[in-house]
Structure formats: structure tokens, C-alpha cells
């Protein structure tokens, strides 16, 4: 009897000692969680895209701003290249090492929009927003949801660019730029000897934004996105490309332009450093917005915008960093380093007037802005694949109108499955 007394005395100890081990383990792992999540708060992690805004005189008036945040780092990753931005943000939220702010593109229903943490009128002011910054923005950036009556926002536009056209002086004048029509008249001329041409095809950078911007000639209110674009729209757009577009060159387009066997060079007026790096004279160059057609159209805007995480530790942190990008005294700061950007900000823009984009150039960043044309983003859907396959589609140009039906279904369909996470088991490809 006393022995089975003793084995239940040593069961219960045993049970007591193996409870407070679990208990220990559990604390120490608590203990190592609360102390991962207390360090990760010391960082603030920002993800951008082509401009890095990292700057020691931003991050000094930051912290003069908000001196609770002075002992505090602010690490920044850029990225030169969409696709790869968008597979490493892929990457980072699968392995929840999204970074706490990042930045989305105005041209595409965004796969990442349910890691944004949307804002409403409790956190920012968006009346004020509506005020200071364009229409475009207002448009893209606030949206009513369920209810809707609330209205919830993004959160912040860096910047905004537009295609603009380099002309070389020899060939054209000022007359000749009235609308697209006249300069369409006055290519007639040219020599035929010469490409009296301003776009290349796949192999420009940007060709998918150059011939987005000639399908925006054509649409309609409802036809600012890929889904919506009818037949005619498409054919129409496409037809006016193709009219510029040269096909059977290898070489170089600025060597071509330097050369003067090119009249025109349609890019964004972020690629003055391309123009200053092949020593193209100031002489040679004339600048001017894109040509539109005497109907009204559209002007295609391009611009990343900054957004917090709605899984960051840091979430007042990242809300004052994002506030202060509200500031004129930032924006003047960021388009002094940047200064081939047209700024978000409707205060700044007569400032812009007289904002040279390069320090060698006579050319200020005001003359690739024309006031009359309206600016809009385009749905692009999923933006990495658009971009990839109008080019493509454009390498294609015998068919490109069969061509281009099939790439728009297939888009449709891609999207629908990992934004919708609908019909997964359909295969997408033609």
C-alpha cells in the first residue's frame, strides 16, 4: 500500500516538474517574440521603385520633425526594374517580411492591394488631399467602399510624368506641332531616304506606354482600361502607332537620332540622362508634349505612390514618415534630386514652369506639360504582364489585331485568377 502511495507521490511530481517545463518553454519562446518584435520596431523599412528617396537632409528634417524617432533607423531598398519589384514584394509578403512602406503603380489593378492599409478620415486628413494635389490623384487614390459614404485613402503620389517627344530642330517647326493631324500632314514630306519616324517598336523602352498612350487617342470615358477597350478603339489606336513605328533596325535609336536619320524620340523626361550620356547637343533638340488628335483624348500619367503595410509593426511610425511626405518643404527637396518629374502638388506647379530637367539642357520641365490635355491612368490589369506581352504583341505586327485579342483574354483571364483567385483550373493560354 505504501508503494503505490510513493508512485502516486512521484507521478504527481513528475506531472508538477514536465508542467512548469512546458511553461518555461512557452515563456521563452513569448519572451524571444516580444523581443524580435521590439527590435523590428527600431526599423522602419521602405521598398521604392526607379527614384530612391533616401536623402540625409529628408531623413535629418524627419527627425527634427519627429524627434521621437531620432535614435530610431530608416533602412530603403530601391529597385530599378518593375518586374523584379514586383516578384521580390511577392516574395517578402509570402515569408511576412513585407517591407512597411512600399510603393504601387497608378497603371494596374494592383495584386498587392490587400496588403494596403487603406485610410480613412480618422488618419489623414483626405479633404485636405483633394486640395492639394491633382485630379488624377483624386481619382485613383480615394475610393468609396461598402457603405459608400466612406471614404478611404491610398495614401501618397511622389510624383508624375508624361510621354514627351524630342524633335530635332533641322526638320520641324513649331506649326507642324499644332495636333497630331498636322504633324501627321507634315511627315508626308519628309525624305524618304530618312525614318521620318519618332517611335520604335518593341525594343524602345516604355513601347507598351507609348502605344497605351495612341489607344487612349480613341477611347472613350469608359475606355481607360484593357477590359473596356472596344474593337474599333483597339484598331484605331493601333493603326495610328503603327504608322510611326520602324520595324527593321538594329540599331541604336539615339546613334540614330544623333545622326539626324531619325526626326523624333518619343520617352519620358526622366531619359534626358540617356540623351546626356550619348552627347546629343542642346542645338539639335526641340521639346514638346505629346501631339494629340483635334478630337478630345486623353494624356496617359505614369506614377508610383507610397503605401503602408497593414501587417506593420511599426504603424505610427510609418504614418508620421508618410506625413511628412505631405510637406512642401519635402516635395521641393525631392524634386531638386529629381528634377524630370512633374510634381503631384498643384503649389508647386508654378515653380515647375521654370524647373530645369538637366543643368547642360535649356529645357524645363513645364514644356513636356500641356495644360489642355486631360490626365488619366489606364488599367492595364496586371502591369508586369501587359508591358511583357505588348511587346511581344507589337513584334507581331502582320497580325497584330488577332494577336492582340488573344493576348487580351489571356490577360483577362490571368487576372481574374490571381487577383479574384477565380476559375483556377482554366488554362489561360491560347
Not at 530603403?76 to 514586383?86: A, D, I, L, M
Not at 530645369?356 to 490635355?373: L, M, Q, R, S
Request: aromatic share 20%; glycine share 0%.
Amino acid at each position: 500500500m505504501e508503494t503505490n502511495k510513493n508512485k502516486i507521490i512521484f507521478y504527481i511530481i513528475w506531472t508538477i516538474f514536465i508542467f512548469f517545463i512546458i511553461l518555461l518553454f512557452i515563456f521563452i519562446n513569448l519572451w524571444n517574440w516580444e523581443n524580435n518584435k521590439v527590435s523590428k520596431k527600431w526599423v522602419l523599412r521602405v521598398w521604392t521603385l526607379f527614384e530612391d528617396i533616401k536623402n540625409d537632409k529628408i531623413i535629418t528634417a524627419f527627425k527634427k520633425k519627429y524627434p521621437k524617432y531620432s535614435s530610431n533607423k530608416i533602412e530603403f531598398q530601391n529597385f530599378s526594374n518593375f518586374e523584379e519589384y514586383s516578384y521580390a514584394l511577392t516574395s517578402a509578403i509570402s515569408k511576412w517580411k513585407t517591407p512597411d512602406i512600399f510603393v504601387l503603380n497608378n497603371n494596374e489593378t494592383s495584386v498587392f492591394y490587400d496588403q494596403v492599409l487603406w485610410l480613412s478620415n480618422k488618419d489623414i486628413d483626405i479633404n485636405k488631399f483633394k486640395k492639394i494635389f491633382k485630379t488624377v490623384f483624386i481619382e485613383d487614390l480615394i475610393e468609396l467602399w461598402s457603405d459608400k459614404k466612406t471614404e478611404y485613402l491610398a495614401w501618397i503620389p511622389l510624383w508624375y510624368e508624361t510621354l514627351w517627344v524630342f524633335y530635332n530642330k533641322k526638320f520641324i517647326n513649331n506649326s507642324q506641332l499644332k495636333d497630331l493631324s498636322t504633324l501627321n500632314s507634315a511627315i508626308l514630306w519628309f525624305d524618304e531616304d530618312f525614318i521620318a519616324l519618332w517611335i520604335w517598336n518593341w525594343k524602345i523602352k516604355f513601347a507598351s506606354d507609348i502605344a497605351t498612350q495612341f489607344l487612349l487617342f480613341y477611347a472613350n470615358d469608359g475606355g481607360k482600361s484593357i477590359k473596356n477597350l472596344s474593337s474599333s478603339q483597339v484598331k484605331n489606336g493601333i493603326w495610328a502607332y503603327l504608322n510611326y513605328a520602324k520595324f527593321d533596325s538594329e540599331n541604336n535609336i539615339l546613334d540614330l537620332f544623333w545622326n539626324e536619320e531619325i526626326y523624333m524620340l518619343v520617352w519620358y523626361p526622366r531619359f534626358i540622362k540617356d540623351i546626356k550620356n550619348s552627347d546629343i547637343s542642346e542645338k539639335s533638340l526641340f521639346v514638346e508634349a505629346l501631339p494629340h488628335p483635334s478630337w478630345k483624348s486623353y494624356t496617359l500619367a505614369n506614377y508610383n505612390y507610397l503605401v503602408m503595410n497593414k501587417d506593420s509593426l511599426n504603424m505610427d511610425f510609418a504614418k508620421d514618415f508618410l506625413k511628412f511626405f505631405t510637406t512642401q518643404d519635402w516635395w521641393k527637396a525631392f524634386l531638386e534630386a529629381y528634377p524630370y518629374y512633374l510634381p503631384a502638388l498643384l503649389s508647386l506647379e508654378n515653380e515647375a514652369k521654370n524647373q530645369k530637367i538637366d543643368d547642360d539642357y535649356n529645357i524645363v520641365i513645364w514644356d513636356f506639360y500641356n495644360p489642355n490635355y486631360e490626365l488619366t491612368s489606364f488599367d492595364k490589369w496586371i502591369k508586369v504582364f501587359y508591358d511583357k506581352w505588348m511587346k511581344n504583341v507589337l513584334n507581331i505586327w502582320k497580325d497584330f489585331y488577332g494577336s492582340f485579342d488573344d493576348f487580351r483574354d489571356e490577360l483577362i483571364c490571368r487576372t481574374d485568377k490571381i487577383i479574384n483567385l477565380s476559375n483556377l483550373s482554366i488554362t489561360c493560354e491560347n
